[in-house]
């Protein structure tokens, strides 16, 4: 590579210009033939699938005969155009399905461009719940509520009945019973 990470193009500029006007030129030629054989081809067919009239030299019977058969095969054309109709529709169809399927299995989603919006929560509130009513927002009324046990506390009585009570033997005999310290 070269100073300033550029690369020189192996073909000069006039070349690549001659050999554009060349294909451009081959293109023109490739057009013009597939549009002769296109025409071509449609004379054939027709040729093949109408043949000349000749109604000088006919009689009115031969006449409505023909009109008869070619009656039968404007039908019989119809009705394979309409099969036809009918297969591209059918076609069709299965194509947007596969298409859609394939656009879910990617699961690409074009994501739209957002625009931040500054809006109440009230207004959020009311949207989510899809109410004509305007609910408030009071987040504390729908959380749960815990019961905090509340400390058992001790009933304060006479201190002088309560070593009354618990002297001697008994009160020794009660402590021990209920688990509770000595004072």
């Known amino acids: 590579m070269s100073e300033g990470g550029e690369k020189k193009p192996k073909i000069t500029a006039s070349r690549r ?3 554009k006007t060349l ?3 081959k293109a023109a030629v490739m057009l013009e033939n597939e549009t ?3 025409k071509d081809e449609k ?3 027709m040729a093949e699938r109408v043949p000349p009239l000749d109604c000088g030299r006919m009689s009115l019977q031969e006449l409505q005969e023909l009109c008869k058969q070619m009656h039968h095969k404007i039908d019989v054309i119809d009705e394979e155009r309409y099969d036809f109709e009918v297969k591209v529709v059918k076609n069709n169809k299965e194509i947007e399905g596969l298409a859609q399927k394939i656009f879910d299995l990617k699961g690409k989603f074009k994501r739209p461009n957002l625009k931040r919006v500054r809006v109440s929560a009230d207004a ?3 949207a989510l719940m899809e109410s004509t009513q305007k609910a408030s927002l009071d987040l504390r009324a729908n959380l749960k509520s815990v ?3 509340e400390e058992k506390e001790k009933e304060v009585t006479d201190w002088r009945k309560n070593v009354e009570a618990m002297s001697g033997m008994e009160g020794r005999k009660k402590l021990f019973d209920s688990g509770a ?3």
């Open 17 to 19: 210009l001659l050999l």
């Open 23 to 25: 294909m451009l030129a």
């Open 36 to 38: 002769k054989e296109k």
């Open 43 to 45: 004379v054939k067919i």
């Open 124 to 126: 959020v509130l009311g």
């Open 147 to 149: 019961k905090k046990e």
């Open 181 to 183: 310290p000595a004072q």
